[in-house]
């Protein structure tokens, strides 16, 4: 059975808009960000910050 932690924290792939396909994985609270995640962070393919969302 999962722990509680994991249905709070689930892990989550963020996907690159620039198209390249590059993904970073990280953990968001559920609780307090329901919505899907946007970050801008750096896509090494393309060599610049881009937005990073959420997909799941």
Known sequence: ???KSSEV???V???STAGT???YVTRK????DP???VLRKFDPVVRQHVEFREER
């Not at 609270?29 to 307090?32: C, P, V």
């Open 35 to 37: 919505d899907r995640m």
């Open 21 to 23: 396909g590059f993904t």
């Open 29 to 32: 609270n559920r609780r307090n």
């Open 9 to 11: 924290r689930p892990v």
């Open 13 to 15: 792939k963020l996907r």
């Open 1 to 3: 059975m999962a722990s």
